[in-house]
């Protein structure tokens, strides 16, 4: 780095950036942005486009079609060498491109996820995207945050900072503003922070001093090395099919030239066939269509809100059979309204709603204002003072940086007149506990003439806990036992109308203490009152639980709220029936226990992040694949262990979203049961597709085999068996991967782990009809070849496997259902690329270039007619079996099918 900034006071680095403890203003940040360059480090460059397309070769089926390739040349069919190599050449391009564009659909995907900072501008606070910021920015900093720039602290209140990616110390560094000598090693700089560590504790303001390659990692290395994503076990399943359709090709290829030998063929004859069994064998389209399928269904979910991070989530979704979910934002509206007080041992509605500060006091019906002596008012004073968010009016919305239920608390104060900005200015901020969910209380200091007065604010047994005694007529008085009592029977009434209950009080210090902690508090305070608020829950949330209810999922809510509060939205919202569970039961519980118990369990109350991962913990060891939604820095070790990470995207920290699946850019329960249900879609589509190419492949293995051992001649030849695999095949698969969802994705069970895109049912299936449609080829060309030349039977027999294909792609879009149910026209992708195809193949049979290249002749109406009609009735076989035994292909389908001996 080029300065000291470590040696230098605060108020003299932002001297040095022409900054304010305020902030810059967009002027200069703009400036500044265009001088110094976006805060990111060099990027590996990207893989060159000829090398992408090079890649598109390696592959085990390709390597099998170069051989048939070289053999047609070798043998002096050199026309038949061009015609695989070209079209070799076409499906390298549709890869290339499919490639790009899902490598482009990644990198939108990853923008939406990108890491956002809070940064003071214009003497206000707002979220900005981390790439933005510039040298003099002052950043607002807290616990699970990852620091997005070099930073030198200029406020900070109990800021612990993890810096093992930089320094290899494991344990948290505390921080501090002062300045240290010019020659402390950069891990003993405590008074900075450094980009890519993680706040582990506390809050600061600290003013970027280094953005970019011009950080501290930024000269570790020169360039950020890219993962190489791990495969996703659909990918595996693909890459294993490939491998073991090889072996098949190679032994078939033994078969026949076994029997060519048997029949006396001679070699070229034989070496055709081998060529032949290669090109039907193999699926060549089938990489490429999984990788769009794939890329399509992830951009469908971003659509709906759900950002999939790793690939392997698109899979797992369709096999959850339990949401662990928040309550606060994601089930609920996370609007919060203060709607009662509790103070002077009397309840206080307060009017309004929303985050606007119109509304009032009122006492039986009558609109008052406290005064500001008074338990209510010093309550709302708390409120404000104890508070890191904003509320900002822009233009008719009032919108809110930080929490909403500090929000809530600051709106209420406004009511009444008492302003958190004009009072903060005033006072100064001496000290501060902040708030983390093992505490469950939050504390700020500020001087206040001749005292430090310290306000409190947290669940009401925790400051209850920590208090002595209790404001009453404006006087602090002994805290009795009765006196507890009433206040947690205000808290239980409270919370069984729904609301979140927050207690608050205060305590005079004569001093600011260097470091406030809890001890410092701890039996000092007076307790003031309660604030009860409202956060009404989302009715797509309630339809969403429904749905779930429908599709086998269980949702179970897990939240800090108060066991009452927790149960009384649980009703509202339909959850399941079972019991409500507070975090000090569970506590108690071994893990056996709650393992035992965890089936009967609906709503976790009052829990802390890590009782989070005993949760997940317990759900897996009965066989439960889990979701788990989490938004804090202590919720990431839960979100690693349950099998679908999901991090909120606009609460959600930087620790939270890196180790998650799956980030909900809405923060929206609905979006959760929403990429449930695109996941299965998702599956489905590539189940389909997977039919469909292998019942192609196996249906010209059969016809080839049979009319070999038959007829001692192949029915079609390697290039129409070429044009059938790529042309015909891809024409249809890659619109079955954009077949809209059936509408049934979430009134279906979840899917069993161990049960893949291939299953029992589905191999049945399979071999049924691609049994059907090479017999059928196999006769067609039979019959023909007896009445006709060759080339003519042959041309009969391809362009009866291309019909079979245009009504099997019909066939394919499900497995239960008929097409007048789904419905002819509700996939135009898939009627215009069959269009399509049918004049291509036109094509192929009249024009004579193509005739040369295909060795096909034209057909009269009559021999198409033996074509198509021989095709129908296949269609007509299947969609006649959809109507009568939907279900006889199922077998697997969603469990694993048990064996005799099991």
């Not at 600290?206 to 020169?222: C, L, Q």
């Not at 290249?853 to 095709?871: D, K, M, N």
């Amino acid at each position: 780095m080029a300065q000291n900034w470590h040696a230098l006071t605060a108020s003299d680095v932002l001297e040095a950036l022409n900054s304010k403890p305020f902030g810059l203003t967009a002027g200069d940040a703009r400036r500044l942005l265009s001088k110094h360059g976006p805060n990111r480090l060099e990027r590996k460059k990207k893989t060159s486009p000829v090398v992408l397309f090079l890649r598109q070769f390696l592959s085990p089926l390709i390597y099998v079609l170069l051989a048939a390739a070289i053999i047609s040349v070798v043998v002096a069919h050199y026309l038949d060498a061009g015609v695989i190599m070209g079209v070799l050449v076409l499906n390298a391009i549709i890869g290339f491109v499919q490639e790009r564009q899902a490598e482009k659909a990644m990198e939108a995907l990853l923008r939406m996820t990108a890491p956002k900072a809070q940064v003071r501008r214009d003497a206000t606070v707002m979220s900005i995207p981390a790439e933005a910021l510039v040298p003099g920015d002052v950043i607002l900093l807290e616990s699970g945050n990852r620091v997005p720039a070099d930073a030198r602290i200029i406020e900070e209140a109990n800021l612990k900072v993890n810096e093992s990616s930089l320094t290899g110390e494991s344990l948290p560094v505390d921080k501090e503003t002062d300045e240290l000598p010019g020659a402390t090693p950069m891990a003993d700089r405590n008074n900075m922070v450094y980009m890519g560590s993680i706040v582990s504790y506390g809050r600061a303001a600290a003013v970027v001093v280094g953005t970019g390659m011009n950080t501290e990692i930024g000269t570790i290395a020169s360039s950020l090395q890219q993962v190489v994503p791990e495969p996703t076990p659909v990918q595996k399943s693909i890459e294993g099919l490939s491998r073991y359709i090889v072996v098949v090709v190679l032994g078939i290829i033994a078969v026949l030239v076994y029997v060519g030998f048997q029949r006396g063929l001679d070699h070229l004859e034989i070496f055709l066939l081998a060529v032949a069994a290669a090109v039907s064998a193999i699926p060549e389209g089938l990489p490429a269509v999984v990788t769009v399928v794939l890329a399509i269904g992830m951009r469908q979910m971003a659509r709906r809100n759900a950002v999939v991070r790793r690939l392997v989530a698109v899979e797992t979704l369709g096999s959850a059979t339990v949401i662990c979910t928040d309550k606060t934002g994601t089930l609920t509206m996370n609007e919060m309204t203060v709607r009662r007080l509790y103070a002077d041992g009397e309840f206080v509605d307060v009017t309004g709603e929303g985050y606007s500060p119109k509304g009032d006091l009122q006492r039986d019906g009558k609109a008052f204002k406290p005064g500001g002596d008074s338990a209510l008012g010093l309550l709302l004073r708390t409120g404000a003072l104890c508070n890191d968010a904003s509320v900002v009016k822009r233009g008719r919305r009032y919108e809110v940086i930080g929490d909403p239920t500090e929000a809530a608390l600051v709106v209420a104060a406004a009511k009444v007149g008492i302003d958190k900005d004009d009072l903060q200015r005033r006072l100064a901020r001496t000290c501060e506990v902040p708030f983390e969910s093992e505490q469950q209380y939050m504390a700020v200091g500020y001087q206040e003439e001749k005292t430090v007065r310290v306000y409190v604010k947290g669940s009401a047994e925790r400051v209850l806990s920590m208090s002595g005694s209790i404001l009453r007529k404006g006087k602090a008085v002994r805290l009795t036992d009765k006196q507890q009592s009433a206040v947690m029977e205000a808290t239980g009434a409270l919370a069984g109308e729904a609301m979140r209950v927050i207690a608050l009080a205060y305590m005079d210090i004569p001093e600011t203490p260097r470091k406030l902690k809890c001890k410092d508090i701890e039996g000092s305070l007076t307790f003031l009152g309660l604030a009860g608020m409202a956060d009404p829950p989302r009715e797509e949330a309630r339809r969403a639980i429904r749905q779930c209810a429908g599709a086998g999922i269980r949702v179970m809510m897990i939240t800090g709220d108060h066991k009452i509060t927790a149960a009384a939205i649980a009703r509202e919202l339909e959850l399941p029936e079972g019991r409500a569970v507070e975090g000090k039961e569970l506590q108690q519980m071994s893990d056996d226990e709650l393992a035992r118990e965890i089936d009967g369990i609906s709503v976790f109350a009052r829990i802390e992040p890590l009782h989070k991962l005993r949760i997940v913990n317990a759900l897996k060891s009965q066989g439960h694949i889990v979701a788990m939604t989490g938004d804090g820095v202590n919720d990431a070790p839960a979100l690693k262990s349950s099998n679908i990470g999901i991090a909120m995207g606009i609460t959600g920290t930087d620790v939270a979203k890196e180790a998650s699946d799956m980030v909900l850019a809405d923060d929206n329960f609905a979006s959760v049961v929403a990429a449930i249900e695109e996941g299965r879609a998702i599956f489905a589509r590539l189940r389909n597709v997977l039919f469909f190419l292998l019942s192609t492949n196996i249906g010209e293995l059969i016809a080839l085999t049979v009319s070999v051992a038959v007829v001692g001649k192949a029915p079609l030849l390697a290039v129409q068996i070429i044009w059938v695999n790529l042309v015909t095949d891809t024409a249809a698969a890659i619109p079955l991967g954009l077949e809209p969802k059936a509408g049934d994705e979430l009134t279906q069970p979840p899917r069993h782990p161990r049960v893949g895109l291939l299953f029992p049912g589905l191999i049945t299936r399979i071999v049924f009809l691609s049994g059907m449609m090479g017999i059928g080829v196999f006769i067609i060309f039979n019959w023909a070849q007896t009445r006709m030349p060759l080339d003519e039977a042959r041309t009969l027999a391809f362009c009866s496997m291309v019909a079979f294909e245009w009504f099997r792609s019909f066939n394919a879009r499900s497995d239960e259902r008929t097409l007048l149910s789904i419905g002819l026209f509700r996939n135009p992708y898939l009627l215009a690329s069959i269009a399509v195809a049918v004049l291509l193949q036109l094509g192929v049979v009249y024009l004579p270039f193509a005739q040369t290249a295909f060795h096909t002749v034209p057909l009269s109406i009559e021999q198409w007619g033996i074509a198509v009609a021989a095709a129908a009735t296949l269609f007509t076989v299947e969609e006649t079996r959809k109507l009568v035994a939907p279900r006889l292909f199922s077998a697997g389908k969603w469990q694993p099918v048990r064996k005799p001996w099991q």
